[in-house]
């Protein structure tokens, strides 16, 4: 039997994380369009959903099959809080959502994937995920706490996509992959949240902070692949903000690096801090402000 050959036009597989939810009384692995969308059209790639179902093999997904399927993946915003008891605190209020199947899949899978350099960009839950299956901690209510700010989505009576208008300005980090990305130091994002960062897990650099000083960005010290997490929801605004289709099109640009090598053509970099190149960081720029004019 003859199957077809790769095509080389074929665009990098993205996996997307999903939330368990039920519709007709079936259990359902759901993702925001927003982020399908933010994969598809500002990172240039095909996007495909990751159950949760768990991780391991027999029992859900197991890693080294996903990494050897897929060229990247995005770790979704949701409605959801990461159990408290996966980073050692006391059990969340009974009534606060949280899903155990999605932790299971992903706090399981991401060390895995982070050292076989598979390029991973988090958003908002997917951060806090990020920092909690790397050891780190998360403060549970982050409006309650002395000195925060109210990082919540404010009035639900708005329209949707007024949630997502800039909410506060970030401060970031120099020498980093944001600060490349935006051209600045400073922006403007539209962060909304419950949790947040508490304590930072051993090995991730900050990459941008709030005016409270809260965590709002970070990477992967010496992951040997693209590694990026925000707090703020650039899937979107991919749409009319051009930072924001610069962070989704420099995780395009990774994957891309990654299928070349997944072919044998290219040999990945060995820092997330180099995964995109000066050179590369303003090409992209230029380019989302190009479209954006």
Do not use: K
Request: aromatic share 6%; glycine share 10%.
């Amino acid at each position: 039997m003859n199957l077809p050959r790769s095509d080389a036009t074929a665009r990098p597989v993205v996996a997307i994380t999903t939330d368990r939810g039920e519709q007709a009384g079936h259990a359902t692995h759901r993702a925001f369009d927003g982020y399908v969308r933010a994969v598809d059209q500002a990172a240039g790639a095909l996007p495909l959903l990751l159950p949760a179902i768990g991780a391991g093999i027999g029992a859900g997904i197991d890693a080294a099959s996903l990494i050897a399927a897929v060229d990247g993946v995005l770790l979704t915003g949701g409605p959801s809080n990461v159990q408290a008891e996966r980073y050692g605190a006391e059990p969340l209020p009974a009534t606060t959502l949280t899903d155990p199947d999605r932790d299971a899949t992903v706090l399981a899978l991401l060390p895995a994937l982070v050292a076989a350099g598979v390029p991973v960009l988090a958003v908002c839950r997917g951060l806090q995920e990020f920092n909690v299956a790397f050891g780190g901690t998360l403060e549970r209510a982050v409006h309650l706490q002395p000195g925060r700010l109210d990082h919540r989505e404010g009035d639900h009576a708005r329209p949707i996509q007024r949630w997502y208008d800039d909410a506060h300005p970030v401060e970031l980090a120099a020498d980093g992959l944001l600060a490349r990305l935006a051209g600045a130091t400073h922006i403007n994002v539209n962060s909304l949240h419950h949790q947040g960062v508490d304590r930072l897990a051993p090995g991730l650099r900050i990459e941008a902070r709030a005016p409270d000083g809260l965590i709002e960005a970070f990477t992967v010290a010496d992951a040997p692949g693209f590694t990026l997490a925000v707090q703020w929801h650039p899937e979107m605004r991919v749409g009319d903000d051009a930072f924001s289709r610069a962070i989704f099109a420099a995780f395009g640009a990774a994957c891309r690096e990654r299928q070349a090598w997944r072919r044998g053509a290219w040999e990945p970099r060995r820092s997330a801090a180099s995964a995109i190149r000066p050179a590369t960081a303003r090409a992209i720029r230029s380019a989302t402000v190009r479209a954006s004019q």
